[in-house]
């Protein structure tokens, strides 16, 4: 446009287009800036404050050498809860299919609790909290639903679940949960059953709990609170809870926080939430690019999501993470290793 032109409409909030058959619309505004940045989205208005890390002048490393204390919150070793898991599983199964979580329960048999900081990190620092979407050079890409099915064995639909919509069907003074022992061990020692006794409901809740605490949802006290409680019960009660949309959404909220963290003076620190489903996602975006080869396990991979924990990269060097960033910059294009669960020799449920 012509140059007196482009100052009135950048002072509106309509911006005028013609269609196809000669007639006149407007989009409400306002007018985006033509300078805009490679990675920016036109149709949205720059803010500083949500952009990418990426944008920064310069990013000082030295703030992420503290990993233990940045990632806390990722889930403990399979060692212990897997017997807990396993006397839960004999006798609740069928309740675990029936709700439709028995796949996704599975991958806590997994070494969820291994970890990249630095490829985390990286991917992190493409995210725009305004889009909900990494940032990448051929355009945004983030996780979706069928993501998560294909990692997790989730159904993509069901129940959807609010705390104030669920009604409390079994109150927590009839069932015999431990409170004040929150803490992960102290949970499990309080609530485990012994061997060659009955699973009762009471210790099925108290399970899921532990679950949905430290596996799904990985809450930042390192405890088990009282709020997955009536979620914990509706899976009990057989409800078909749309859990893959509650964990949609704690993912898109952990990388907004993990995102923002990062432009803190001091660095992150506890990052929490489910970084585990994010590090499963970037391995198996990455793992034909950076040739990431499985760990071998005795474990059978009934679910994606456990062959993709195996991918994990043990070794860990400050120097990966510029291999990470220049990995995401060469995605100049969409290819087929970002939607890498469209192949049909997927493990898990069909």
Same mark, same amino acid.
Request: hydrophobic residues 40%.
């Given at each position: ?6 100052k ?18 407007a989009? *409400? ?8 940045r ?20 310069q990013?000082d490393l030295?703030l992420?050498?503290?990993?233990t204390?940045?990632?806390? !919150?990722?889930p ?9 898991l ?14 439709g979580?028995?796949?996704?329960? =599975?991958l !806590? ?6 970890f990249?900081? =630095? ?10 909290r ?30 959807k679940?609010?705390?104030? !919509? ?12 431990v ?23 009471s ?11 430290t596996?799904?949802f990985?809450?930042?006290?390192? =405890?088990?609170? %009282?709020?997955?409680?009536?979620l914990?019960?509706?899976l ?7 859990l893959?949309?509650l964990l949609?959404?704690?993912?898109y909220t952990c990388?907004?926080e ?7 003076v001091?660095g ?8 585990w489903?994010?590090? *499963? ?6 793992e034909? %690019? ?12 009934t *679910? ?5 924990a195996?991918?994990?990269p ?11 960033? =220049?990995?995401?910059?060469?995605f ?5 290793d970002?939607?890498?669960f469209i192949?049909?020799e997927?493990s898990?449920?069909s």
């Amino acid at each position: 446009m012509e140059e007196a032109s482009t100052k009135i409409y950048q002072s509106q909030v309509l911006i005028p287009f013609s269609t196809q058959d000669g007639s006149l619309r407007a989009f *409400l505004g306002p007018f985006s800036s033509q300078n805009t940045r490679k990675y920016a989205n036109p149709l949205l208005s720059e803010d500083t404050e949500s952009l990418p890390f990426i944008y920064a002048p310069q990013i000082d490393l030295s703030l992420f050498t503290d990993i233990t204390k940045i990632f806390r !919150a990722f889930p403990p070793t399979r060692d212990r809860h897997i017997q807990w898991l396993e006397r839960v599983e004999s006798s609740m199964k069928s309740i675990w299919l029936e709700a439709g979580i028995f796949y996704f329960v =599975q991958l !806590a048999k997994s070494d969820l609790h291994i970890f990249d900081p =630095q490829m985390l990190l990286s991917a992190i620092f493409f995210w725009n909290r305004e889009t909900r979407a990494f940032e990448f050079s051929c355009g945004p890409v983030c996780p979706t639903l069928l993501d998560i099915a294909a990692i997790t064995g989730l159904m993509p639909i069901g129940q959807k679940y609010h705390p104030h !919509a669920f009604e409390e069907e079994i109150s927590p003074k009839d069932i015999s949960i431990v409170w004040d022992k929150k803490t992960y061990l102290a949970f499990i020692t309080a609530h485990q059953g012994r061997p060659g006794e009955p699973v009762f409901d009471s210790e099925h809740i108290a399970f899921l709990l532990y679950w949905l605490s430290t596996c799904v949802f990985c809450t930042p006290s390192l =405890q088990v609170p %009282k709020y997955y409680y009536i979620l914990a019960q509706s899976l009990h009660l057989r409800n078909t809870v749309c859990l893959s949309k509650l964990l949609l959404v704690a993912l898109y909220t952990c990388l907004d926080e993990a995102s923002e963290s990062l432009f803190r003076v001091n660095g992150p620190r506890n990052l929490s939430g489910p970084l585990w489903l994010l590090q *499963l996602w970037l391995n198996a975006i990455f793992e034909r %690019k950076l040739q990431l080869t499985p760990l071998q396990s005795s474990l059978t991979h009934t *679910l994606e999501g456990s062959r993709l924990a195996t991918l994990t990269p043990r070794k860990r060097f400050v120097t990966n993470f510029a291999k990470y960033v =220049q990995a995401i910059l060469s995605f100049e294009e969409f290819s087929e290793d970002l939607a890498p669960f469209i192949r049909s020799e997927l493990s898990g449920p069909s």
